[in-house]
């Protein structure tokens, strides 16, 4: 037989969790008791509450409406809520069920640090939608350059352009970004000259622009 919890929700009353409590705490003013320590407490709560309040690191309860609208917007742009999660230190669970609606309130700590997140302050490491990447990627290969050539500008010996074409990193898709605009700023005029590197003979090495040489005693 299932044993049956006697406190309405599985709380106990104010009453019974002050009842070993000392005086001089809030809780127990909370059960009934107006000494003068208990009043004290209460004050000295209310007074640091109103303090917080004013500093804007009041963390009472707040409908998690805005929350959730946020984080619907953020993943319209790619950043989903295990993004959101690494840059807020809030943990995946609670972030999923206030995304679906199912936790209805939340902490205001909580709500001011979802509402600060936006797509720059997403952790370098995060996975975001590679479409604006690559069309980026497009318009370079557009301009005459070659996916070897980037892959070079982007990665030091790199022979391949490897980005995915679903997400990418967010300090990949930033690398990508200051390479456009980087040959933007010359007005994309240096695609001529960066030319795929020649795969030499064996045994050779090139000590100048159109110069072979053999390697001796090879």
């Known amino acids: 037989m299932a044993k049956i919890n ?3 929700n599985g709380l106990k009353p104010v009453a019974v969790l002050a009842a070993d409590r000392e005086h001089g705490t809030r809780l127990k003013y909370l059960s009934g008791c107006k000494c003068v320590e208990c009043r ?29 609208k946020h984080l619907l917007k953020l993943s319209e742009q790619g950043i989903g809520r295990r993004a959101v999660g690494a840059v807020t ?5 609670i972030l999923h069920d206030i995304r679906t609606g199912t936790k209805k309130n939340i902490r205001a700590r909580t709500e001011r640090k979802i509402l ?13 939608s590679a479409a604006p990447t690559w069309n980026l990627i497009r318009q370079l290969l557009a ?8 892959a070079k500008l982007l990665i ?4 391949a352009l490897q980005i995915s074409q679903k997400q990418v990193r967010v300090r990949t898709a930033d690398a990508v970004a200051r390479l456009y605009k980087k040959l933007e700023a010359v007005d994309f005029n240096t695609a001529r000259y960066y030319q795929q590197e020649e795969i030499l003979p064996s045994n050779t090495y ?10 001796m005693g090879e």
């Open 6 to 8: 006697p406190f309405k």
């Open 40 to 68: 004290r407490a209460n004050t000295d709560y209310q007074c640091a509450r109103e303090a917080a309040k004013k500093l804007g690191d009041w963390n009472g309860i707040v409908p998690a409406t805005k929350a959730r």
């Open 89 to 93: 230190d809030i943990s995946d669970t």
């Open 116 to 128: 600060a997140v936006t797509p720059d302050l997403a952790s370098e490491g995060a996975l975001i």
């Open 143 to 150: 301009k005459g350059y070659t996916k070897s050539q980037l």
């Open 156 to 159: 030091c010996d790199a022979h």
């Open 206 to 215: 090139r000590i100048k622009p159109g110069v072979i040489e053999h390697r």
